[in-house]
């Protein structure tokens, strides 16, 4: 009985450090690292549809900043189409090639900052690329039309400075290591687990144990996986039917960021299925043919 109760402890432990070594590996991989990104946002026309959605959440703010002083359908139609022909105007930078621009370059400077290549973490923006009206760049803080704008100093213009801030801007630097670490340490003890898992049960059944250890484990990270895949694509179904036509942004990033998460549960479920299985039948054949 005490024993049954030490393997459902350690069953629930081993998947606890399953998920959180599948969540590190995707972190440290994929999350943080400009080829994902380069790839995911060159396919499938992410751009355009980033752009169309930017544009028409810049231009819905804006509309919005409008209403608060005068009421919008209060106007005559050429008062509407001319307030809708300034919010077009000083909405014309967002195009593809300056939001590719955009996001290419922060991606990389922050890809670098986080794997420790690079000693300062700069923004990329370039305000004056952008063809910006001179009464909206009168209103942009002169620090920031540097384009290349380091967070520290963003951090010193703001009063946000403060010790604990700058700690964590630091520790930032070392995300990649904290990541890699955490993976090897997340393996090591799901390994070690596992060996108490196995040292607990039978010893004429350890390798039956181990694989419906691990098939049970694989079976309820494809249960977990689907229920992520359906997560999403509820969120993606709701909010494309709230926001029709209106360049959300929900259908184009949630994509991007959980396809490859929900890749990786899906494969490490399906090792695990097919290994506990295999160690499973090994050990039942070892018993037909002593038979």
Known sequence: MLSNLVKFFLFNVILLFSFLMLIIFYARFIFINEPFYTYSLNRDNTYQKLTEAIKHTAQGFILNQFANTTDYDKLTAPEKQAVDNQIVSLTSFINEKNVSDFLSKNINNISGYLHNRTSELYLYIPVKKWGLTKEVQSQIPDYIKNESVSVRELL????????????????????????????????????????????????????QSIGMLLTFLGLITLVFTWIIFSIQNVTI?????????????APILLPLF?????????????????????LFNRKEKQLVSKA
């Open 156 to 207: 010193k213009s703001q009063g946000s400075d403060t010790p604990n801030n700058l700690r964590l801007l630091e520790y930032l630097k070392y995300t990649s290591r904290y990541l890699l670490w955490g993976l090897l340490i997340s393996i090591l003890v799901e390994t070690i687990l596992i060996f108490f898992y196995a040292l607990i049960s039978k010893k004429g059944s350890r390798h």
């Open 258 to 278: 959980f396809n490859p998460l929900i890749y990786t549960f899906m494969i490490y479920g399906l090792f695990e299925l097919i290994s506990g299985i295999i």
């Open 237 to 249: 179904q709701r909010a494309v039917l709230q926001n029709a036509n209106n360049g959300n942004l």
